[in-house]
């Protein structure tokens, strides 16, 4: 794009400031606020994988000296304007300085600025590894779509300044452009077709993105939703309009009105999960998983309220993807079956216990973003648990009144973790310090184990007495003890802040046994005895030995270097079959690719599983095509606390497909597929932990687990 960059017409000026205003853009202006109201005009050129930016601004400070605006390093300014004229600047290292002349009187300065830049970041398309949901990517123009995060530096931003924008978008034939705010209008001239945005909102960055989209837009109960499909794909947009209409009602009858003018989902051309300020952005095969409009849809919908309704202070700790994850993920399943709720929680627990380990732990506060499995095992399931935690310490009304009241008072505020035990005080009328101390500050989670249960039989019933041991450092936690007996469970409280503490539970029938913590209510660090091996649990080791199979040939560093990648390995120790030594696996856990041709190893795996060269059984059923491919995690029978799992593949070809897709299943303990598709999954049963006792009526049972 090579026009003139005049200064911004006056109407348009008068119509942003108005909306600006009314929008809470532009208030009463103080000491360090200033405010800049973009007109921003953007020029698409894939084949160049380029865009061309004119950007006519009207800054409006509080204190005269020089402005600062950010911009991607890699841009090429053409020219910088104020009123009109050509103006000096410098521009090192993304940082572009404008020195208005001081002899002005007014403190408003309207300034255009001209540039190209180049955006080539390689898309994945089929990416290997998915624990960074966007793959190091921030910035792409090409053929096949566009795609900048605000982090690129794609536009102008005027430093220490809120921002709102009128954003046209100049793309090729029928490529559409959506970002945050409000769409205007979508004009096909020619050969370009031009996108028009309103942005009002303050927001932590603008986003975009382009393709050829077809574009559906529904309306109910006075909420809109969107869908920005491709043409092979446009055949589901009934289902998320339906879906995301439903998922926006719940959401804004629960926490307040829903802050943007309407919802969109819109797909992008490689695989991603981001959730913006009025709309998500979804890879094609995501969106086409049938459960994705009950699952990561509403997830990505409530941060709407949480992260991008209410924005997060960072410098503190990221609360909004846990308690994301509680509303919607959790939410969900509690709604489902109370079977559905202790199972997510029960994960939530197993997670953090395979993925974090104490020197990768971290406390809430020190949360930024999700870059590995560890944190997002603290991230999410850790947060969504101290929410739900809270929710249990503060009672029903006062947990969704003090959300309620935090939308309320921080919409398009920054929040802090600090403020949201402020807005949960506030509805109880209570101090919740050592609450959030503890959670939020502190690293780690408690340990407990029931030791000395004993059984006494009385002429009123049963007595049941022992005593909760808590490793240090200890935590002051509530937690549930639970009498399995032929009448129902019997339950009681123990609040525990001591490394011991003694109980006793009175039950009129004999029980069988007891369980602390029966339904996963508290969030702990698991014991090794109460996980059973899964996909997680490799994932999560530093310690995997990789052993190809002699009957894989030259094929098996291939398969094995691209199931390391996938699992997220570095480093991964790698030995033929030929050359290992059953003694010296003792401190490590072992990860045979190809089925082993020694009989003794094949024992090391349970009797679940029929092993032979060419076929397999699991989950009883039978498998021997050429695409079927077993993966499997044991104990190691032999080396406690250690592990031993299986990659048995028919092909090299199902062997690739099927290790992209295991990490997905991190608690199975063992997976079936067929050309990639899984037919069977399923988790080893637990049959001892330290928080349960069977009680043996003769003798009593004294030990803190099983026989």
């Not at 079956?337 to 732990?361: G, I, W």
Request: aromatic content about 10%; hydrophobic content about 40%.
């Amino acid at each position: 794009m090579r026009r003139q960059a005049n200064p911004l017409p006056r109407l348009a000026l008068i119509y942003l400031l108005v909306l600006a205003v009314m929008h809470g853009i532009v208030g009463a202006v103080t000491a360090t606020d200033s405010t800049a109201v973009h007109d921003l005009t953007i020029r698409l050129v894939p084949e160049k994988s380029e865009l061309e930016g004119l950007d006519q601004i009207r800054i409006l400070r509080s204190e005269n000296g020089p402005v600062h605006l950010v911009l991607s390093p890699r841009a090429r300014i053409q020219s910088v304007r104020i009123d009109g004229h050509d103006h000096p600047y410098t521009f090192n290292r993304g940082r572009l300085t404008v020195n208005p002349d001081h002899s002005e009187s007014t403190l408003n300065v309207d300034l255009s600025l001209q540039y190209t830049c180049r955006f080539d970041d390689p898309a994945p398309v089929r990416p290997v590894n998915t624990d960074n949901p966007g793959y190091g990517v921030s910035g792409t123009i090409s053929a096949s779509g566009t795609f900048l995060l605000s982090g690129a530096g794609w536009y102008p931003r005027v430093a220490d300044a809120r921002q709102s924008f009128l954003l046209t978008v100049d793309g090729p034939d029928k490529t559409v452009a959506v970002t945050a705010g409000r769409r205007l209008g979508i004009d096909h001239q020619g050969a370009r077709t031009v996108s028009r945005w309103q942005i009002d909102n303050p927001l932590e960055g603008l986003s975009l993105s382009a393709g050829p989209y077809v574009v559906e837009k529904r309306t109910l109960n006075g909420l809109t939703a969107a869908t920005y499909f491709f043409p092979a794909n446009q055949v589901l947009a009934p289902r998320y309009l339906e879906a995301s209409l439903r998922h926006l009602k719940r959401y804004n009858d629960l926490f307040g009105a829903y802050p943007f003018d309407e919802f969109a989902v819109a797909e992008n051309f490689f695989p991603t999960g981001y959730g913006f300020p009025g709309y998500t952005l979804m890879g094609g095969r995501v969106l086409r998983l049938p459960f994705i409009p009950e699952t990561s849809l509403p997830h990505e919908i409530v941060h709407s309220w949480w992260g991008n309704g209410v924005l997060v202070d960072v410098a503190s700790g990221n609360w909004c993807e846990g308690l994301a994850s509680y509303t919607a993920d959790y939410l969900i399943k509690e709604q489902t079956s109370s079977h559905a709720a202790a199972d997510y929680r029960r994960q939530a627990l197993r997670n953090y216990a395979t993925l974090v380990s104490p020197t990768t732990d971290f406390p809430l506060s020190r949360f930024r973003s999700r870059t590995d499995p560890a944190t997002k095992a603290v991230g999410y399931d850790k947060s969504a648990m101290v929410f739900h935690m809270l929710r249990k310490e503060v009672g029903e009304a006062a947990f969704w009144a003090a959300l309620r009241d935090l939308y309320g008072q921080f919409r398009f505020k920054h929040a802090s973790w600090k403020n949201l035990q402020e807005r949960f005080e506030k509805q109880t009328g209570r101090s919740l310090d050592s609450f959030f101390r503890q959670w939020v500050y502190r690293q780690g989670a408690p340990q407990i184990r029931l030791e000395n249960v004993r059984l006494v039989e009385g002429s009123q019933g049963y007595r049941t007495v022992g005593r909760l041991v808590q490793d240090t450092p200890l935590y002051d936690v509530t937690l549930e003890l639970a009498l399995d007996t032929d009448e129902g469970p019997v339950g009681q409280s123990i609040r525990l802040s001591d490394r011991l503490t003694e109980f006793e539970i009175t039950s009129p029938t004999r029980p069988r046994s007891l369980t602390a913590d029966p339904d996963h209510h508290l969030f702990r660090r698991l014991s090794p005895e109460e996980m059973p091996p899964t996909v997680n649990t490799m994932r999560g080791s530093t310690s995997v030995v990789m052993v190809i199979a002699d009957r894989l040939g030259q094929r098996g560093d291939a398969i094995a270097l691209h199931f390391s990648e996938a699992m997220g390995w570095d480093n991964v120790r790698m030995v033929q079959e030929a050359d290992f030594i059953a003694a010296q696996a003792e401190a490590v856990n072992l990860l045979f690719i190809g089925l082993p041709g020694q009989p003794e190893v094949l024992g090391l795996f349970p009797r679940d599983l029929a092993l032979a060269p060419k076929a397999f059984d699991a989950g009883g059923q039978h498998f021997d095509g050429s695409g079927d491919v077993l993966f499997a995690v044991a104990r190691h029978p032999e080396h406690p606390g250690k592990n031993v799992a299986l990659l048995h593949t028919l092909s090299t070809e199902a062997a690739d497909q099927a290790a992209l897709k295991i990490p997905h299943y991190g608690r199975y303990s063992y997976l079936a597929f067929s050309d990639g598709q899984n037919r069977v999954k399923g988790t080893w049963e637990i049959n001892a932990s330290p928080v349960m006792v069977r009680l043996n009526p003769d003798p009593p049972n004294n030990q803190g687990a099983p026989p």
